[in-house]
């Protein structure tokens, strides 16, 4: 019987910035297993009014409760920002956002100098990071810059060159100018961007300034929370993961691997005969729909979705063997499991699409 703090534990976000923050996790607490849900079908929250994030959050917050996860980790800062408290009030179980914990991190890494946040509009209207510092130090203050170009260029993939870093320098100078000493990535999508954003902020600065990444931040903070409530997992095995969309689009495998860090398949919206148990418990036939429509074997689908065998499909989608493909937690990126005869199927983490 699997015991409470055996459970999944469970994350969403308006759309697949959140999985920086699964990522984060998948690093910091391995043994975990994760439900991830992302509302695709209505991203971005960021332009929403309150009440419409709201009455989203909750109808997230529900499916991943039916789902039986232990905890619920708000992967997206503007849900964070206008909804966590109504979260808190609705549900009978732990809810965790991203603002307290970057806001933590930051006012230990500015030493009470002026704290710059990039953020969605919505994140920053909402006074969230310059309230959650407040409750921490009453002596430092907050600048907020809203800079949604980014979010595209994370989307996009865009993260190297000349073009992310004259936007990151558009939207860091008003920071800078205000005298922020430290800039916290106040929106998921911001890590894939942190080697601009960290370049850019040293330039206008004069020398390098502390980046706070809210997704790492939150990671540590949901260790320590599970440790303290005697809600960690007593699994030493790499944990499981299980994505949830409510739309497939066209991208959705390129842009989940890139945020995710590891290879997702099953995002081309095919279907799959329920044959196979895949690594989320749902079953599927070992025969895939590849991008392309073509239906291969998940011995054959690369992370581009071209076909390979499962001794040369990288987290790039290069040749390499799946036992020497691992992130920071030693979990290798191509998931091995086993067909009916006991044989090993490499294949990504692979995808459900829900209604809600």
């Known amino acids: 019987m699997t015991s409470h703090g055996d459970a999944p534990l469970g994350v969403f976000d308006s759309g697949l910035g959140g999985l920086t923050v699964v990522r984060a996790l998948r690093r910091r607490c391995p043994a975990e297993d994760i439900v991830y849900l992302g509302d695709t079908a209505r991203v971005p929250y960021g332009t929403r009014s309150p009440e419409t994030v709201v009455r989203y959050a909750l109808g997230c917050a529900r499916v991943l409760i039916e789902r039986r996860v232990k905890a619920i980790v708000v992967a997206c800062n503007t849900v964070s920002a206008v909804a966590l408290d109504m979260l808190r009030v609705e549900l009978d179980l732990p809810v965790l956002g991203v603002i307290l914990p970057g806001a933590r991190a930051a006012v230990a890494a500015s030493r009470g100098a002026t704290i710059g946040v990039l953020g969605t509009a919505g994140t920053i209207a909402s006074g969230a990071y310059p309230r959650a510092v407040a409750s921490l130090s009453t002596r430092t203050e907050v600048a907020g810059q809203a800079a949604p170009l980014l979010v595209s260029l994370a989307e996009e993939g865009w993260v190297e060159g000349e073009v992310p870093r004259l936007v990151a320098r558009r939207y860091l100078e008003p920071l800078i100018g205000a005298g922020a000493r430290s800039i916290v990535l106040g929106c998921t999508h911001f890590p894939l961007l942190r080697t ?45 993961l299980a994505l949830l969309v409510t739309d497939l689009p066209k991208s959705f495998a390129a842009v989940a691997s890139r945020f995710l860090g590891e290879p997702v398949v099953g995002g081309d919206g095919g279907s799959r005969s329920p044959t196979h148990v895949g690594g989320d418990g749902g079953s599927r036939s070992p025969t895939h729909v590849g991008a392309d429509g073509g239906s291969r074997s998940p011995t054959q689908v690369g992370a581009d979705g071209g076909s390979r065998s499962p001794t040369q499909v990288g987290a790039d989608g290069g040749s390499r063997s799946p036992t020497h493909v691992a992130d920071g937690a030693g979990r290798p990126l191509i998931q091995a499991e086993a067909d009916g005869a006991g044989r090993s199927l490499a294949q990504g983490v692979d995808v459900e699409q829900i209604d809600l």
């Open 196 to 240: 601009a954003i960290e370049a850019e902020t040293a330039a206008l600065a004069g020398g390098p300034l502390p980046i706070v990444d809210s997704a790492s931040a939150t990671a540590d903070e949901v260790a320590s929370f599970l440790a303290e409530r005697g809600l960690a997992t007593s699994r030493s095995a790499p944990g499981n």
